[in-house]
């Protein structure tokens, strides 16, 4: 079962990667100049938003840990940067945090496999 979360942890975080073409949300710092992260915007411990991709930001590794404006170390700016650039998700992520969700190991394989198939996509339009 732990390789099920690992290879959706990996998946999401791909994911998250591609869909913003490879840069930094914030700054558009790409992958040749820095380290991308993907960041979730509610942590990862909550099971009901861990493998949502509208809870995942890329982000470079100054937005994300390491710099005085960054979502780890000034929650208040980055709050307030997700209410301006990414209003919806961030109102949707925000509505559905407190619901419980337990997945099943038939659940983990299905996303497993829904996601392979946006792997694909996004990886072939790149």
């Known amino acids: ?18 869909r ?14 820095v380290r991308l992260n993907s960041h979730h915007i509610i942590g990862r411990v909550n099971r009901r938003t861990r493998w949502d991709l509208r809870n995942g930001v890329c982000l470079c590794v100054q937005h994300h840990k390491f710099g005085r404006q960054s979502a780890h170390e000034d929650p208040v700016w980055f709050n307030k940067w997700l209410e301006e650039h990414k209003s919806k998700d961030y109102e949707y992520i925000k509505s559905i945090k407190n619901d419980i969700k337990k997945w099943t ?3 983990k394989k299905e996303l497993i496999e829904e996601y392979k198939e946006k792997l694909k996509e996004l990886e072939d339009s790149h």
């Open 20 to 33: 913003a073409k490879e840069k930094c949300e914030v700054c558009g710092a790409t992958k040749e100049n």
């Open 105 to 107: 190991p038939s659940e």
């Open 1 to 18: 079962m732990a390789s099920l979360t690992k290879t959706l942890d990996k998946q999401w975080s791909r994911l998250v990667k591609l």
